[in-house]
Nanobody, 124 residues
Framework: QVQLVESGGGLVQAGGSLRLSCAASGRTFTNYAIAWFRQAPGKEREFVAAISWNGGSTSYKISVKDRFTISRDNAKNTVYLQMNSLKPEDTAVYYC?????????????????WGQGTQVTVSS
């Protein structure tokens, strides 16, 4: 079992930045690939970014690739999502998720554990 807790969300103006954190506890964190998903009101949950168990591979949704950076600190059991040049369309609840296979996946159903989410609101 892995417990995930997101933090760092908030209200920011367009063009601003936020850094989300996903703190993990429970089973060996380093075994898991971690992803960020987001869900806007009335829309399906969508993949944003993911990082492999050792940080050697990353993957991004095309629309965030040049603005967001995912990273992990296994010593702190934490994954980060640095979000720059935020746009109103980035407004959503952001969730982190853990995949026990350790390798990057982009589907919601391919992740075993989820956090409770953190709200990101970008004003125009």
């Amino acid at each position: 079992q892995v417990q995930l807790v997101e933090s760092g969300g908030g209200l920011v103006q367009a063009g601003g930045s936020l850094r989300l954190s996903c703190a993990a506890s429970g089973r060996t964190f380093t075994n898991y690939a971690i992803a960020w998903f987001r869900q806007a009101p009335g829309k399906e949950r969508e993949f944003v970014a993911a990082i492999s168990w050792n940080g050697g591979s990353t993957s991004y949704k095309i629309s965030v690739k040049d603005r967001f950076t995912i990273s992990r600190d296994n010593a702190k059991n934490t994954v980060y999502l640095q979000m720059n040049s935020l746009k109103p369309e980035d407004t959503a609840v952001y969730y982190c998720a853990a995949n026990r296979f350790g390798f990057i996946r982009t589907g919601v159903r391919e992740y075993d554990y989820w956090g409770q989410g953190t709200q990101v609101t970008v004003s125009s």
